[in-house]
């Protein structure tokens, strides 16, 4: 459990220097840009694999939380189809999705985590959703103050494409790629 919770801390962290020092991250960035995003990855990707190493040590273990809904494990599917068209057009010029969703990375991580708590009960899953639900709330809150404009030019193809990369990504990580990391098959 604790290899996990070492994950989720490092990890968070540094995502959330923009939150609570963000001009010490804008100082950063223009002093030294090559550097300080280099580091932002390598503590990243270090919180990520403790994340993911934490995980796999904790989950056959861990002690049952709550008793999931029945319908937990639908909603969950709807949700995280959401979830992959907001991540697909949160890496798209801007379309409509990004204009009425405004932050489609933050919203997406909120549905992709709040659809796995639905469906999992245990605290290694309570710890791991529940921390990204979290932070999303917290950072998609916090983006208000600053006002980051509409987008100016509005792509509605980039919402077609990210429509269908997110169903086909979707498709392919839950009919397949889900059961081969994580050993459990949503489908199956």
């Given amino acids: 459990m604790w290899v996990l919770i070492l994950g989720l801390v490092v990890f968070f962290v540094v995502h959330s220097v923009r939150m609570v020092a963000g001009g010490f991250r804008e100082a950063q960035l223009a002093s030294a840009p090559g550097i300080w995003k280099g580091l932002y990855s390598l503590v990243s990707l270090a919180g990520f694999a403790l994340i993911i190493w934490g995980w796999i040590l904790f989950r056959p273990d861990a002690p049952e939380i709550f008793e999931p809904p029945a319908w937990g494990r639908h909603a969950a599917s709807l949700l995280v189809l959401v979830a992959f068209i907001l991540l697909a057009a949160a890496n798209m010029p801007a379309g409509y999705i990004k204009k009425w969703v405004r932050h489609p990375m933050l919203v ?44 100016s030019v509005l792509r509605p193809r980039s919402d077609l494409v990210a429509v269908l990369a997110g169903a086909v990504l979707y498709a392919l990580f839950a009919f397949w790629l889900h059961g081969v990391l994580f050993g459990t098959a949503p489908f199956g």
């Fill in 108 to 151: 997406g991580v909120m549905l992709w985590a709040l659809g796995h708590l639905l469906a999992n009960g245990d605290l290694a899953s309570l710890l791991l959703f529940g921390s990204f639900l979290v932070y999303s709330a917290v950072n998609r809150v916090a983006v208000i103050p600053r006002g980051d404009p509409a987008p």
